[in-house]
């Protein structure tokens, strides 16, 4: 039996964003020149990603989801997240806290991207917005 005795952290680290329409090729990933991933900056400790997969007629379907708090003081949150927010149009570069980075959401099955957002009630609630994202797709997230 093996055990691992190294440092296994928990949490994201690092959350990148990109329109599902950008890419020129997907396996492996390809960008426009002068196309880069949009880094959002989250809280530290309050991100997940999770994995479920389930056997179907057509072969597996892996669903990824998770989330991930952001600050609401800073114009990326306006800017950049909620246009993504409600809609499929999304792919996902996800960095752990182990440094292991998985892109999820492929130009055919994008990340559906959520929020919650609010000020809090009293003076010393956090003022942020947590994002919910999801995707089922055919196979497996690619590492990067």
């Not at 990340?111 to 196979?139: H, I, P, R």
């Amino acid at each position: 039996m093996n055990y691992y005795e190294n440092d296994n952290i928990g949490s994201i680290k690092y959350v990148d964003i990109l329109l599902h329409s950008l890419p020129i090729a997907f396996r492996p990933l390809y960008l426009p020149i002068g196309t880069e991933w949009i880094r959002i900056s989250i809280k530290e400790e309050a991100g997940e990603l999770k994995l479920k997969s389930e056997d179907s007629a057509n072969g597996p379907i892996y669903t990824y989801f998770g989330s991930f708090f952001v600050h609401n003081m800073r114009d990326e949150v306006d800017e950049v997240l909620l246009p993504f927010c409600g809609k499929a149009i999304a792919i996902m570069r996800i960095t752990d806290m182990n440094d292991r980075v998985y892109i999820i959401g492929t130009p055919d099955a994008p990340v559906t991207l959520n929020v919650d957002a609010g000020t809090g009630k009293k003076y010393s609630n956090e003022n942020g917005s947590a994002f919910n994202f999801t995707v089922d797709q055919t196979s497996l997230a690619t590492a990067a």
